[in-house]
C-alpha cells in the first residue's frame, strides 16, 4: 500500500508540467528583454528571496508545531487505527499542497499572490473573502494562543522563584519578544532564520519525549491500548488532522524561494519530515502511557529536568513559529491596503507597516490575556478553517481553475478522500469543539 500511495506522488509530481511553476519560470525567463526582467518573475525578485532549505525549515516550523504533542493523546481516544489516518493525511496534505501552488499559476500567464487570490480567481470576490475569512482565523487565533500557551508556559515555570511573575505580565513579554521580528522584518524570506531554530526546537523536544518514554518501559504495568474506539473515532480523526494546517502559510513560503521549481520536493520533504516526528511522537507515547497519556504528552513525563527542558524548548518554539504566522496574514492585508513600494513612498509604506503591525500584536496580546475559554472557541473555528484551508478548499479551486477531465485517474482518487476527510473532520471536531464549550460554560456555573 505505501509503495503504491509513493508512486502516486512520484508520478503526481512528474505529470502535467505545463502549469508547474517551473515551467512558467523557464518562459518569463526566455521572454525577458533586459538583465533587470531576468531577475523577476511575475514581480518577485527571486534573486533576492531564499533557498528551497529554508523553505523546508518554514514549512516544518510551522506544521510540527504543538499539534505533534498531542498526538498520542489522539491515539488514546481513536486507537492504534489513528496511525493509518496520521499516514493517509500526511498524503493528502502533501497533494493539497502540490495543488495549492499549482492553483496559483493556473492560466500559465500570471501568479496569484496569496490564498485570498485563488480563491477570487475560482469564485469571484465572495470566495475570496470567504478564504479571507478562514485563513485570518488561522492566521490570527493560532498566534493567540501560542502566546498564551507561551505565557502560561513561563508562568509555570517560573512559579516559586525568583522570576516569578503574574500571567499577563508574561503574556506581555512573550508577545514583545514575538513583536521584534514581526515589526521589523517585511517578508518570510527576512525571517527564514526563525523558522530553523523553530524546527530544530521541536526536534529536540520529540526526542526528549521519545527517550524518557522508552527508559519508563519497564516501570509501565497495565498500560491498556485499543486497536479502534469507534464512538471516539470521529475526534480523534479531526484531531490527527489539525496536525497538518500548513496551507494558509505555503503561497508566502514559495513566494520567498530563489528557486519555485522546487516547491513539489520542499513540501514532500518538509511533510514527510513532519509526519516522522509524529510518529516518533505518536507511537511511543500511546505505547508506553496508553490511555492514561496526556495532552501535551510531555505532561506525562515524570517532574524533573527532561519534563523542564521540553517546556522551555516547546515555549521557543512558539515564540519563533508566530512571527511566521503573523506575517503571512500582514502581508495578505498590507497588500489589500495597498501598504507597498508601488503605492506608497518608502517612510509612508514603512510607518503604515509598522502601525498595522503594532496594533495587530496589541490586539492579539489583548485577547490572549482576557478572553475566556479562548482556546475551545479556537477549536469550534478551527474545525471550519483547518478541514476546509487544508483539505476541501485546496481541492475544490484546484478543478474549478484547471477543470474536471484530462487528469490522471490517482488525481481524482487522491481528490475525493480528500474531500472526504476533510468533511468528516469538519463534522465531528465541530461536534467535538461545541461539547467542549458546554463544559466550560457549566462548569463556569
Not at 475569512?133 to 517560573?158: E, K, Q, R
Not at 527564514?192 to 521541536?202: D, K, P, V
Not at 477543470?403 to 490522471?408: A, D, F
Request: charged letters at 10%.
Amino acid at each position: 500500500m505505501h509503495e503504491s500511495k509513493s508512486n502516486f506522488l512520484k508520478a503526481y509530481f512528474s505529470k502535467n508540467k505545463k502549469n508547474s511553476p517551473s515551467t512558467v519560470s523557464e518562459d518569463v525567463t526566455i521572454s525577458s528583454s533586459s538583465n533587470e526582467q531576468d531577475k523577476l518573475e511575475f514581480g518577485i525578485d527571486r534573486s533576492k528571496q531564499g533557498s528551497s532549505f529554508t523553505a523546508f525549515f518554514s514549512v516544518v516550523c510551522v506544521v510540527a508545531g504543538t499539534g505533534a504533542l498531542g498526538l498520542p493523546y489522539a491515539l488514546s481516544q481513536g486507537g492504534w487505527i489513528g496511525l493509518f489516518i496520521l499516514a493517509l493525511s500526511w498524503i493528502l496534505s502533501v497533494y493539497t499542497g502540490v495543488i495549492l501552488i499549482k492553483s496559483m499559476y493556473y492560466d500559465n500567464t500570471r501568479r496569484l499572490s496569496s490564498y485570498q487570490e485563488v480563491a477570487t480567481a475560482a469564485f469571484g470576490p465572495i470566495g475570496g473573502w470567504l478564504a479571507f475569512f478562514f485563513t485570518a482565523i488561522t492566521l490570527v487565533g493560532v498566534p493567540v494562543l501560542y502566546i498564551l500557551l507561551s505565557g502560561s508556559n513561563l508562568h509555570n515555570v517560573a512559579k516559586g522563584t525568583s522570576a516569578e511573575l503574574t500571567f499577563p505580565i508574561w503574556v506581555i513579554i512573550c508577545a514583545a519578544i514575538i513583536a521584534v521580528p514581526f515589526l521589523f522584518f517585511r517578508s518570510l524570506g527576512e525571517i527564514a532564520i526563525l523558522s530553523c531554530f523553530g524546527m530544530l526546537s521541536t526536534v529536540i523536544v520529540i526526542l526528549i519525549v521519545l527517550g524518557v518514554s522508552v527508559q519508563q518501559i519497564p516501570e509501565q504495568v497495565d498500560v491498556h491500548h485499543d486497536s479502534v474506539i469507534w464512538n471516539m473515532f470521529p475526534i480523534a480523526l479531526s484531531s490527527i488532522v489539525f496536525s497538518f494546517g500548513g496551507n494558509p502559510v505555503y503561497a508566502h513560503v514559495e513566494a520567498s524561494m530563489r528557486r519555485p521549481k522546487d516547491w513539489n520536493m520542499v513540501c514532500f520533504t518538509g511533510l514527510t519530515f513532519c509526519v516522522i516526528l509524529y510518529f516518533l511522537t505518536a507511537v511511543p507515547g500511546y505505547y508506553v502511557y496508553g490511555t492514561a497519556v496526556q495532552s501535551p504528552v510531555y505532561d506525562s513525563l515524570p517532574n524533573g529536568g527532561p519534563k523542564s527542558a521540553s517546556i522551555i524548548i516547546i515555549t521557543i518554539h512558539l515564540l519563533l513559529a508566530t512571527p511566521i504566522l503573523l506575517t503571512s496574514f500582514a502581508l495578505d492585508v498590507e497588500k489589500m491596503l495597498k501598504i507597498n513600494s508601488e503605492h506608497r513612498s518608502r517612510p509612508v509604506e514603512w510607518s503604515l507597516r509598522f502601525m498595522f503591525r503594532g496594533a495587530l500584536i496589541v490586539v492579539i496580546t489583548v485577547i490572549a490575556i482576557y478572553v475566556p475559554f479562548f482556546g475551545d472557541f479556537m477549536s469550534l473555528l478551527g474545525a471550519f478553517s483547518n478541514c476546509a484551508l487544508v483539505f476541501i478548499f485546496p481541492v475544490v479551486f484546484y478543478y474549478k481553475l484547471t477543470g474536471i477531465r484530462g487528469k490522471p485517474w490517482y488525481d481524482y482518487i487522491l481528490g475525493f478522500l480528500t474531500l472526504l476527510l476533510g468533511i468528516v473532520g469538519l463534522i465531528f471536531g465541530t461536534i467535538s469543539a461545541i461539547e467542549a464549550l458546554n463544559n466550560d460554560f457549566k462548569n463556569r456555573k
